[in-house]
């Protein structure tokens, strides 16, 4: 549907035999809890992604709608236009500072489960409702491959998929809070 430039296909690994050497985390039951810390970074990084993707449609929209003329103005001048405009703009910014705020913590050494969670939850839904919006503001040119409006619509749905789906970090969260409340 989306990512054509990725090369993606299954990694199948049958009768393989790992030295204890190997092992994630360096020693047996460690694991699950390295996978872990390595998926925070995943998600932050997937969430700060996002952001830079719905900051890119954002100005596409913004361009075209300031170019775009329709009943003697620019359809920038429509309040249902500005509507979605600044929707948009709120959302990038509200996802924006949760990534910078995330990743200080991190950067200082703190435990972001939570965070890279909300992060990767809040931004990837933000772009797909950026990305939606930016087809909208389009019209029937954001639905044809000429803008590549299109192309970012499909591409990001994908986004919450990766590093755990959204339904996935509603649980890390909801058991971060619970287990930091007792």
Excluded: W
């Amino acid at each position: 549907m989306g990512h054509a430039g990725s090369h993606t296909c299954d990694v199948i690994f049958d009768n393989v035999k790992v030295p204890a050497s190997a092992l994630i985390g360096g020693e047996e039951g460690k694991g699950f809890y390295t996978s872990m810390k390595v998926l925070d970074r995943g998600r932050l990084h997937i969430a700060a992604v996002s952001v830079g993707v719905a900051e890119r449609l954002l100005d596409d929209a913004l361009r075209y709608a300031m170019e775009r003329q329709q009943f003697g103005k620019p359809i920038a001048e429509h309040q249902l236009i500005q509507a979605m405009l600044a929707d948009s703009k709120a959302e990038c910014y509200a996802a924006k500072c949760m990534v910078l705020d995330a990743a200080r913590k991190r950067d200082e050494g703190e435990n972001i489960s939570t965070e890279a969670s909300c992060c990767k939850m809040f931004a990837t839904e933000m772009v797909g409702r950026v990305a939606d919006r930016a087809v909208q503001i389009h019209g029937g040119s954001g639905y044809i491959v000429d803008y590549g409006v299109e192309r970012f619509y499909r591409d990001v749905r994908l986004f919450r998929l990766y590093e755990g789906t959204t339904q996935i970090q509603q649980m890390v969260i909801a058991k971060n809070m619970v287990r930091d409340a007792s």
